[in-house]
């Protein structure tokens, strides 16, 4: 994975995209971040003493760009900056995605890419390094609380869309209605990965596991220092306590023990 770099960086586009979330690209002229690692982030003039941990949704060659949604003062700031002021940014963070595809059984079967909410960005960036592969060829369930505009342009932007592109909404305003796993089939993929909220990582981790098909999945927690040094971040793993930051973010669903 890449090195780790930290200093300002300059911003070259922040959109709003809904009333809570807006994507923000960063100059970056260093080697580009893995999908699934993430920066800890604010404002070049933060009240914030930390930054927030946000994963890489894309990577357009000179700016990684970001998907926020602003939950608190750290994120609020961020949306207010504007082309040419300047963010402080650390990473890339973590491990990737692509370190567990060969864990992945190559049995001619599709991989499942299965995201909630903006747990889609960190996968859409996956979906743009698979379709630069051969293979493996991978489908799309993104689950969302109701319709959204995230994953239409999102999906837009990729070289290769997927082979299946599959949207879920709770309230039935877009695509099936009901929750991702509810779509889900995991017996016809070689591997499951998924990043989302918590209780829809448990939900993904528990249907492969009844069907016996391998699941990666992004951990979310709270950070601190980002770079293993704080043990803030702890995941309960069958092999004891790891560290979200520097051991993940992304694990194999077999280890983590959900609370
Ligand atoms: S945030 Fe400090 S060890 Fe992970």
Not at 118 to 137: K, Q, T, V
Not at 182 to 199: E, H, K, M, N, Q
Request: aromatic content about 8%.
């Amino acid at each position: 994975m890449s090195g780790k770099q930290s200093g300002l960086y300059t911003v070259v586009a922040n959109k709003s995209i809904s009333d809570d979330t807006f994507r923000l690209a960063v100059a970056w002229e260093n080697a580009p971040p893995g999908a699934g690692q993430f920066f800890l982030i604010k404002s070049g003039r933060s009240s914030v003493i930390l930054g927030r941990p946000i994963s890489a949704a894309h990577y357009d060659g000179r700016a990684v760009h970001f998907l926020i949604m602003k939950i608190g003062t750290g994120t609020r700031e961020l949306a207010e900056t504007r082309e040419g002021e300047t963010v402080f940014m650390i990473g890339p963070l973590g491990n990737g995605w692509s370190d567990f595809l060969p864990e992945a059984p190559q049995n001619g079967k599709p991989i499942a890419l299965v995201s909630g909410g903006l747990g889609c960005a960190p996968l859409l960036y996956f979906a743009e390094e698979l379709a630069a592969r051969a293979s493996p060829s991978f489908h799309f369930y993104a689950g969302f609380s109701t319709a959204s505009p995230w994953l239409t342009g999102m999906t837009a932007s990729l070289p290769v869309p997927p082979q299946k592109l599959i949207v879920t909404t709770d309230d039935g305003s877009d695509g099936e209605k009901g929750v991702v796993t509810d779509a889900l089939d995991a017996r016809a993929y070689a591997a499951v990965f998924s990043c989302g909220a918590t209780a829809m990582l448990k939900a993904v981790a528990a249907v492969c596991a009844k069907a016996g098909i391998p699941c990666f999945i992004s951990v979310e927690n709270h950070m601190a220092c980002g770079v293993g040094a704080c043990l803030g971040c702890a995941v309960k793993t069958a092999s004891g306590n790891k560290r979200c930051c520097a051991d993940g973010p992304v694990f194999n669903a077999r280890e983590v023990i959900f609370a």
